[in-house]
């Protein structure tokens, strides 16, 4: 809504320059050799065999490998940058002021896609959404494939040659996508993240709200009251708008898909299904189904195959996932919880009596990593109040140990560890009959694993590993 949109064409027919060749730019590489399309392609890494690979599969081609020059970028007139390289720096500004186009795979997936999109972002729960859309519109009879952020990458999709794409899509991604027509999209939630790489909070929420440029229905959650009002105020809209959210006496919404008394959920005053038929578990799980059915709407889905396709769905790896029982305490891993709006929904998720006095409390909390800048305060908040005992590692533990303790939290419930193993066993011995290990680190891994699923399979390894070993010494004991 706050980005302006271009129109510009992308020229199949002039040179073109890759930047990044990670997943996106091997798939945009792939793609445009599909289409006869001349392109050089460039990446920081200069390893040999991974310019030998390069050269393998698409020789002839110009590798700029390293350090990324002007005088040789200029030359490009279209430029298709991967979302993990930030096109905010002077050296991206200065090309463009020079003429050149840049975008990313989503636009260029915009331009050629000729089927219904449906769009999801939001700083949590988007792939639970995405996926969630995908296996409802699946289950009631549409060839229906997700991709984009998630999995598949947006120029693969294209091969499925589905009737309905559903794509997963980053503020980064956004950031470089200008005219993708939808025929539905939403924001599910804004919370602080990658405040590395914005001006503020602010700015990061226009990047998100841009998915609604050019949505025929615009699915917008009551409780993000910033962008409930921007996307209500838009003068002369050409979009429908379906709500989902909490119920509210005071709510006189219609096309409001709503959670009503955290018991069933409803679409108005019609019932849909009952929050205990389904295997999601927490408040902000249910919320995600609602927006999936308010996104899925303009399909006219058959209810029944819909509450089917809802009950069924287990969730992902990684977000808030049941892992283990050792002895009468259960591990939950949710790696996926990279910024503190995830991990203090994972943790209100849990639905336990948290606000109890805090010697009835049970959830044990493990995070840390990197921070990519974000303000843990609020964390810190909701440590005081509802986390038992806070087990922290990694570069920015010492940053949520100040803002738990700034916020009230008692020294002696904060442990520090260096590494997984040691977090694991120290869950294990301060834990009690009936408590809960949470992992949600609330930063991302890079300080100390390659990925978030790397960093969530080492968490379950040393569950399962503190499993056996407490039962081999049960079974030398008896």
Not at 36 to 52: K, M, P
Not at 98 to 114: N, P, T
Not at 342 to 358: C, H, M, Q, R
Not at 462 to 473: A, P, Q
Request: aromatic share 8%; proline share 1%.
């Amino acid at each position: 809504m706050n980005k302006k949109t271009q129109n510009k064409l992308f020229d199949f027919t002039i040179p073109t320059l890759i930047v990044g060749m990670g997943g996106t730019g091997l798939s945009c590489a792939r793609y445009l050799k599909k289409r006869d399309c001349s392109f050089a392609v460039a990446d920081s890494r200069d390893e040999q065999t991974f310019i030998e690979g390069l050269k393998e599969e698409f020789s002839p081609l110009e590798i700029m490998a390293g350090d990324f020059e002007f005088e040789q970028f200029k030359n490009y007139q279209q430029i298709i940058v991967s979302p993990g390289i930030s096109i905010r720096s002077e050296f991206f500004k200065s090309l463009q002021e020079q003429g050149c186009f840049i975008l990313g795979d989503i636009e260029i997936f915009a331009q050629v896609v000729d089927k219904p999109v449906i769009a999801i972002t939001g700083s949590n729960g988007k792939s639970t959404v995405t996926t969630l859309v995908e296996k409802i519109a699946q289950h009631c009879g549409v060839k229906a494939i997700a991709g984009g952020n998630l999995g598949i990458p947006a120029l693969n999709l294209l091969d499925s040659q589905s009737d309905l794409y559903i794509l997963e899509l980053s503020s980064f991604q956004l950031e470089t996508t200008y005219s993708l027509h939808t025929l539905s999209a939403t924001v599910l939630n804004v919370s602080e993240d990658h405040m590395d790489r914005y001006d503020d909070l602010d700015d990061y929420r226009k990047i998100k709200e841009s998915i609604y440029n050019n949505t025929d229905n615009a699915v917008v959650n009551i409780d993000e009251k910033i962008t409930f009002d921007r996307v209500m105020n838009v003068q002369d809209k050409e979009y429908s708008i379906a709500f989902f959210g909490q119920n509210k006496t005071d709510n006189k919404l219609n096309n409001f898909y709503s959670l009503f008394n955290n018991t069933v959920l409803v679409k108005d005053n019609n019932e849909i299904v009952h929050t205990n038929e389904i295997k999601l578990k927490g408040t902000y799980n249910h919320l995600n189904v609602l927006a999936a059915l308010a996104l899925l709407e303009p399909l006219q889905l058959d209810q029944k195959k819909q509450v089917e396709a809802i009950k069924e769905y287990k969730g992902l790896s990684h977000r808030c996932e049941w892992v283990e029982k050792v002895g009468d305490v259960e591990f939950f891993n949710d790696s996926k919880g990279t910024n503190t709006g995830a991990t203090i929904a994972a943790i209100d998720g849990l639905e336990l009596e948290s606000n109890k006095d805090y010697l009835q409390r049970k959830v044990i909390l493990i995070a840390g990593g990197v921070g990519k800048g974000a303000d843990f305060t609020e964390l810190g908040r909701v440590i005081e109040k509802k986390i038992k005992s806070t087990i922290l590692m990694g570069v920015d533990s010492e940053l949520i140990k100040s803002c738990a303790l700034n916020a009230g939290a008692k020294n002696d419930s904060l442990y520090s560890v260096e590494s997984m193993t040691e977090a694991v066993s120290t869950a294990a011995k301060i834990a009690k009959s009936g408590d809960v290990v949470l992992f949600s680190p609330a930063c991302a891994s890079f300080d100390m694993y390659q990925n978030y699923m790397k960093r969530g399979d080492d968490f379950k390894e040393k569950v399962l590993t503190l499993k056996k070993t407490l039962n081999s010494e049960l079974k030398n004991v008896s």
